[in-house]
């Protein structure tokens, strides 16, 4: 079984930059939550996809934007990059249904702000 | 969805039984109580979900009292490895999981 798969690992950027995240969801899942976790906090929910269609969404900007792909991979973009931007971006996969709701999550990606 | 309340932090010793507890006062009745281990610098892992009484698995075990106002997060024999955030998160199933700031747990030789 294919787990979440993250990319880039890590990438540095500076302000008002533009910056795509990719996720390639579990092998079987449809839905995809993107979290932000900057230093010392727990992961904030940006928003969920499911099934291509935006399903949720936290309390963030709208310049924070995503796609989900018919293999149910993802994008999280983010434009006019700000120093606060500087975190953890988790992608986590999930199958939708009501059964345990549990998230498989990618090891992130660490963006930097300069 | 429920506000959860769990300590900043804890500290125990390789081979002791951990206890976590988290406050959810306001818990709805389609609410399950679910935990989440954190890694430095990794996604969190799911560890055990429940919604009454006691669930166990291989990894730990949770009990839930019958008021369902809170709930403990027990780790038998603990080791170095298991020095983590673990977080706390009430919701329904369909719900989209929201975290809080977990409980920092350091496990010491």
């Known amino acids: 079984e294919t787990g979440v798969t993250q990319s880039p690992t890590h990438l540095i950027k500076t302000r008002g ?3 795509t995240l990719r996720c390639s969801s579990q092998s079987g899942h449809n839905t995809v939550s993107w979290y932000q976790q900057a230093l010392g906090q727990g992961p904030q929910f940006i928003f969920q996809y499911y099934r291509e269609e935006e399903n949720g969404r936290g309390n963030f900007p709208p310049r924070f934007s995503g796609l989900q792909f018919p293999n149910y991979s993802s994008e999280l973009n983010v434009n006019a990059l700000e120093l606060d931007d500087s975190a953890l971006y988790l992608c986590a996969s999930s199958t939708g249904s009501a059964d345990t709701g549990e998230l498989f999550f990618g090891e992130g990606s660490r963006l930097t702000v300069l | 969805l429920a506000k959860t309340t769990q300590p900043i932090s804890m500290d125990s010793y390789e081979g002791q039984e ?4 988290c406050s959810h006062n306001n818990i709805a009745t ?6 989440y281990q954190q890694f430095p610098s990794q996604g969190p892992r799911f560890i055990i979900q429940g919604y009454k ?6 990894v730990a075990s949770l009990f839930i009292p019958a008021d369902r106002k809170s709930s403990t997060l027990s780790l038998p024999r603990v080791s170095l490895s298991d020095t983590a955030v673990y977080y706390c998160l009430v919701g ?3 719900d989209k999981i929201i975290f809080g700031k977990g409980t920092r747990l350091h496990i010491l030789p």
Do not use: L, M, P, S
């Open chain 2, 30 to 35: 389609n609410d399950y109580i679910t935990w």
């Open chain 2, 18 to 21: 951990v206890n976590i507890t």
């Open chain 2, 53 to 58: 009484t006691k669930v166990t698995n291989e």
């Open chain 2, 92 to 94: 329904g199933r369909d």
């Open chain 1, 17 to 19: 930059q533009q910056v």
